[in-house]
């Protein structure tokens, strides 16, 4: 009913939208007469549904809420987990540590106890003679000292042959020398590595992934990246001075490779490495010491195939034309190319892109040529005189090495030292020769083997050596001792058929001249085949020599064709 005074006994049927209020119909008359009235019913009903509305938007925030406190309060609990678990293991790793060092000084001081009785027990054998001898020294003294105070002729003549014997005796004893103990050193390899801090960071290693990293074609011996991109829980990139990311990348050996991180100071990390060999590498990454997302993977890198570029020469007497081609090398210092043409008596210069330059002509048939680090060439003249003959590359001669220790050469090259190896067929032997040709280093054979080698080079510490007659690579270490073979007679993939010339590419890998099965064939140092390079190359022909320019080139001549082939 209506609260005013003197409508009392009136009902509030209407409702005032402009004052917000409930009237009755006095009030209505009275004091909202042009007002805008509705009806109680209808205006209730529809404020009713405003206010469900509200309602509704009220509950759904506060479910809201409710969700973020549970998702806060597992978050805390996550946290204080986290905390704890990280606070045992820096207990556990400094327990270890502690263990792993009482047993390291309960075993060095074992060792110092070993080596302080050892030495004690040397010095006391030594101060035992030493005394031993003193003793006697003293005993003679005294008697003889004993014998001069009394002064008795008779005692005189009657000892002094005895007195004199024993004095000689003990002063011609070898005097032992004071026994010098060794330094002892306790070296510390690696000191004690401990961060000695706490990591607080918003960055999640789960969320954490490795942009590129299977998106480009790796390639032995060439330079290639990814990038690690840092995020927080939420996936959003982030950034944090403190984070700490560690990258391990192994090689099919297992041995570390070298990488270089760079930060960009954005939340990402270009991550920068070469591999130098083919095969399976293994990538592990550590965000604040926790694996990355996708980690460890496996990167596949290639190994460089050899692609054709193009040949010259034909046979004849003229420029680029050869009659027997007998042999190549190519200068690291200049890329110039020699070329024995051995049937016009004759070595021609070239460039790289198999340009002439010059000639030089030979009295007799050059049958191996190699250039020095100085840019010298040597040459082989077998059949005459045996001599290495000298020339500047401008092919001007220079000088004579006649070799004493040369009997029937066949074949130089020349190691990175400056060594000079040859290959000789009359005793069988592989030859090193000094520098300047006048001092035999090393002569060396096979020890089950009576066959002649025809070709050897020197790298990493071996030498390896064609025999075609064996149809075989043999190895051998720095001191000429035998170690195994490489390939054996056939023409299936390591398998030869008259193994000729040979190089290592900058890739380390072993290019062998298999002559009668017309291809080249690719091995790892340790002898695993690898390629090939086959077919339309070497149709008709026979490549017999191979060299490697300073852009890691492959020159192949071919001596029935009498053409040369080059490969990028």
């Not at 965000?287 to 040949?311: D, E, K, L």
């Not at 027997?324 to 790289?352: E, P, Y």
Request: with cysteine.
């Amino acid at each position: 009913m209506c609260s005013q005074q003197y409508h009392e006994d009136q009902p509030l049927e209407f409702y005032c939208e402009d004052c917000k209020v409930l009237i009755c119909h006095k009030c209505s008359v009275v004091s909202h007469d042009r007002h805008f009235k509705t009806d109680t019913q209808k205006t209730a009903q529809e404020q009713k549904m405003q206010m469900s509305d509200a309602v509704a938007k009220v509950k759904a925030e506060m479910v809201r809420y409710e969700s973020e406190i549970k998702k806060q309060t597992d978050l805390r609990n996550k946290n204080k987990v986290e905390i704890l678990n990280e606070e045992k293991k820096m207990t556990d790793t400094v327990e270890k540590l502690i263990r792993d060092l009482r047993e390291h000084e309960r075993k060095m001081k074992d060792k110092f106890r070993e080596i302080y009785e050892a030495e004690q027990k040397r010095h006391a054998t030594r101060l035992e003679n030493l005394e031993l001898v003193a003793t006697q020294l003293k005993s003679c003294f005294e008697r003889c000292q004993s014998i001069l105070d009394r002064n008795f002729s008779v005692e005189i003549l009657q000892t002094n042959h005895a007195i004199l014997g024993r004095c000689n005796e003990l002063l011609n004893v070898r005097k032992p020398d004071l026994y010098m103990s060794p330094y002892v050193h306790y070296l510390v390899k690696k000191k004690l590595d401990l961060m000695d801090r706490v990591v607080v960071t918003k960055t999640d290693p789960s969320k954490c992934l490795a942009e590129g990293q299977h998106s480009k074609e790796v390639k032995e011996r060439k330079e290639t990246n990814f990038v690690i991109v840092t995020k927080d829980s939420e996936g959003f990139q982030c950034y944090q001075q403190d984070d700490k990311i560690k990258v391990d990348l192994l090689t099919p050996e297992g041995d570390q490779l070298k990488t270089n991180i760079k930060d960009t100071k954005d939340g990402k990390y270009t991550v920068t490495y070469t591999p130098q060999d083919a095969g399976q590498h293994r990538v592990e990454i550590l965000v604040n010491g926790q694996p990355m997302t996708g980690s460890p993977w496996i990167v596949q890198v290639h190994q460089h195939q050899h692609q054709f570029a193009f040949q010259f020469g034909s046979k004849g007497k003229g420029q680029r034309e050869f009659d027997g081609i007998h042999d190549i090398d190519v200068s690291n210092k200049t890329g110039t190319l020699a070329v024995a043409d051995s049937g016009n008596n004759r070595i021609q210069l070239l460039s790289s892109e198999g340009n002439f330059q010059r000639e030089i002509k030979i009295d007799g048939i050059p049958w191996s040529v190699a250039f020095t680090d100085s840019g010298d060439l040597l040459t082989l003249v077998p059949r005459s005189d045996n001599k290495l003959r000298v020339f500047s590359e401008e092919g001007h001669f220079i000088k004579h090495i006649n070799d004493k220790h040369l009997d029937k050469p066949i074949r130089l090259s020349i190691a990175s030292d400056g060594r000079i190896i040859i290959t000789d067929w009359s005793d069988k032997k592989i030859k090193v020769l000094s520098p300047d040709g006048n001092d035999l280093l090393q002569s060396f054979s096979s020890p089950h083997c009576d066959k002649s080698p025809f070709f050897a080079i020197f790298h990493q510490d071996k030498f390896f050596v064609s025999y075609y007659i064996d149809d075989c690579v043999k190895v051998f270490d720095k001191t000429g001792l035998y170690l195994h073979d490489i390939g054996c007679k056939g023409s299936n993939d390591g398998q030869f058929d008259y193994p000729l010339g040979l190089v290592i590419d900058k890739y380390n890998r072993l290019i062998v001249c298999d002559a009668l099965n017309r291809r080249l064939q690719l091995f790892t140092l340790s002898g695993t085949f690898l390629s090939k390079i086959d077919g339309q190359y070497f149709k008709n022909g026979f490549p017999r020599y191979v060299a490697i320019n300073r852009g890691g080139s492959l020159i192949v001549a071919d001596i029935d064709n009498s053409r040369i082939s080059v490969f990028y």
